[in-house]
């Protein structure tokens, strides 16, 4: 171990006391992510806190002193070193080494790990987990600690990194891979070992030694204490603290406490939601199956998938949450869970690790919360459907002449499997939805159609007119292969609205225009406005004329639209067609094309487009104002 100079001691003290949470961070950092959470947290803390170096004894014999080095060697330099050594020694061993005595902080009956973070943090984790030791140091120097590449060269050679500039082309790649965001994601909670989350070890487990070893000095004294007891009244007091009240983190976590809501509330309450679901399922009675569940989610082993929609919390659950299902599915155990405002899917496979998908529900109602995905396959999925739904149906969007066909559900609601949406890589030939047709129990009840889109709860499609109608699923049927752009976005249902209807020049027939609108759970949407001439494919894209994100537009709190777009007729010529919804009296286009129109469509001969030289179109608003055109 290096020895230093008492005035070197006292500079590295200082150091480590007014930069601790940095030196604690790039140690957790560097550490191996096998040890799991709460060890790395423990480690990293005793790690900063054994990098003290050693004074020299003082010596009796007098000699030059020597030339000093730089302050920062024996300041916070020199305690980062020694960190970065201490925390590469730990790497590929099961154990700490001879050398690292493990004197690290110890924590009885908790469990400690940083807080969670996102989709984008959860994926840097993984990716530093598979990279060496050495490359994570190189990418902590980095963007923890501002270095630049010869420095950090310098500091991992330093620290015995037998070949430094490799592990810095691996940091490279990997930092390339991670995008320009990597700093401020290593910033964040997900890596900060000094902001904690706490909670307990397997109470049960604990539980049953604490009774076991209660039982074996409650065996030994039986016979005194019996003595006592027979000679005084009411022997058996209360002891201090006996028969105290769980926390709530405690209650939380026990599988007797979970909600149940009865099999037919939801034929007999206002709000029909996941709130109304019953617990369904063969192991909605197994308490160590929820048991397990409810702890996995709490603390996540090493190993364990979390998938998230997009903005939802992985948080551990501060209240009992309601149970919805608990069975077998394809040889795989599922318990799901229903906090108010998330669904959290608990997957158990027999030979993997287990798997947490959390989804934002909150809102929900008879419709969006109609259906979840109970289980996935190699391209099949099935549904968990609302006790509300009488029958359902599968359909192929891009077939609307195709007539529905039935689809079986088990006696706890899950559904046969139905093929998935074709992914971004693959062709669009098909795409399968589901019809639900909701119980004559709910007033009001009817049909809706939801489709699959990598999230945990499908989404529903709506339109202008009826859900099943003939023209609402020609529109889908244009609309459809369109959706393989909301995959995993979070997104709680998409409507089509045909806001207008023009006819074409040149007897180029009638076309519909339509606005897509895509709302997500999280509030913002957005939008595809598309111009749908006559096709001789059911299949048919039309022609996009704008998008937006972040918009009201098309929705009933910015209904007013306006969509151009140039389009070719088959003699060759170029139009501006343009069109606005109901609230739209006139239409102005200026830049390339300038034309007006007393009337909510315009149709005027144009120059072949020029992406340098687009047209502006401005709708008049017959209360007053104007609107512009959705762009490309």
């Known amino acids: 171990m290096d020895e230093r100079t008492r005035a070197d001691v006292e500079r590295a003290e200082a150091a480590i006391v007014e930069h601790y949470p940095r030196l604690v961070r790039l140690a957790y950092l560097v550490l191996p992510p096998s040890m799991g959470r709460h060890r790395r947290v423990l480690t990293a803390h005793g790690l900063v806190q054994r990098a003290l170096p050693r004074a020299r004894p003082r010596r009796r014999i007098r000699r030059l002193p020597a030339q000093r080095g730089p302050v920062g060697e024996a300041g916070y330099g020199l305690v980062r070193l020694r960190t970065l050594r201490l925390a590469l020694a730990y790497e590929g061993r099961p154990q700490p080494p001879a050398a690292l005595p493990p004197s690290v902080p110890v924590v009885w009956g908790l469990r400690l790990f940083p807080r969670a973070g996102g989709a984008d943090e959860l994926a840097l984790d993984q990716a530093l987990s598979a990279v060496p030791a050495p490359v994570r140091a190189a990418v902590g120097l980095w963007h923890m600690e501002g270095l630049d590449g010869e420095a950090a060269r310098g500091v991992l050679a330093a620290a015995g990194v037998a070949d430094p500039d490799a592990a810095q082309r691996a940091a490279g790649q990997l930092d390339l891979a991670a995008g320009a965001g990597a700093a401020a994601l290593l910033n964040s909670g997900e890596f900060d070992p000094c902001t904690v989350q706490i909670r307990p070890t397997d109470l049960l487990r604990r539980r049953q030694r604490v009774r076991t070893a209660v039982a074996v000095v409650a065996g030994a004294a039986v016979l005194a204490v019996g003595a006592l007891v027979a000679g005084v009244p009411g022997g058996r007091g209360d002891a201090p603290g006996h028969g105290a009240e769980p926390t709530a983190a405690q209650q939380a976590l026990d599988p007797a406490r979970l909600l149940r809501t009865p099999n037919e509330r939801w034929a007999d309450t206002a709000r029909v939601d996941f709130t109304a679901w019953p617990a369904r399922g063969r192991q909605a009675g197994d308490q160590e199956l929820l048991g397990r569940a409810l702890r996995v989610w709490a603390a996540p082993p090493e190993g364990t998938r979390i998938l998230a929609s997009a ?11 309601q149970l919805l299902y608990a069975g077998l599915i394809d040889n795989v155990m599922v318990v799901v869970f229903h906090d108010g405002g998330r669904l959290v899917r608990y997957a158990e496979p027999a030979d993997a690790t287990p798997t947490l998908h959390f989804a934002r529900v909150d809102d929900a109602d008879m419709t969006t919360g109609g259906a979840l995905v109970i289980g996935r396959g190699a391209g099949w999925m099935r549904y968990l459907v609302a006790p509300w739904v009488a029958t359902v149906e599968t359909r192929d969007l891009l077939a609307p002449d195709a007539p529905a066909r039935p689809l079986r559900l088990a006696p706890d609601g899950v ?8 992914g971004a890589g693959a062709g669009c030939g098909q795409w399968p939805a589901v019809q639900f047709h909701v119980s004559e129990r709910i007033a009001g009840g009817g049909t809706f159609l939801v489709t699959d889109l990598d999230d945990l709860v499908p ?33 709680r249902s998409v409507n089509n609205w045909g806001f207008a209807r023009q006819s074409l020049p040149e007897h180029g027939g009638s076309a519909d225009w339509v606005c897509t609108r895509a709302d997500t759970w999280r509030g913002p949407g957005r939008v595809t406005v598309r111009l749908q001439p006559p096709a001789a494919r059911p299949a048919d894209p039309g022609w996009v004329a704008g998008r937006a994100a972040d918009t009201a537009a098309c929705s009933r709190f910015g209904r007013p639209v306006v969509g151009g777009v140039h389009w070719r007729a088959k003699s060759g010529t ?7 919804g109901p609230e739209v009296a006139g239409i102005d286009t200026t830049g390339s094309v300038r034309a007006s129109a007393e009337a909510s469509t ?23 104002g104007s609107v512009r055109a959705v762009r490309p």
């Open 602 to 624: 315009l149709a005027v001969r144009a120059a072949r487009p020029v992406a340098a030289a687009p047209a502006e179109v401005t709708g008049r608003l017959r209360k007053g």
């Open 574 to 580: 170029w139009y501006l067609l343009a069109a606005g």
């Open 459 to 491: 989404v529903r499609l709506t339109s202008s007119g009826a859900v099943a109608g003939a023209p609402a699923l020609r529109s889908w049927a244009r609309t459809a292969c369109s959706l393989r752009s909301l995959r995993g976005a979070g997104v």
């Open 311 to 321: 903005t939802t919390s992985t948080r551990p659950p501060d209240q009992p949450p």
């Open 415 to 422: 559904s046969n499997r139905v093929p998935i949406p074709p």
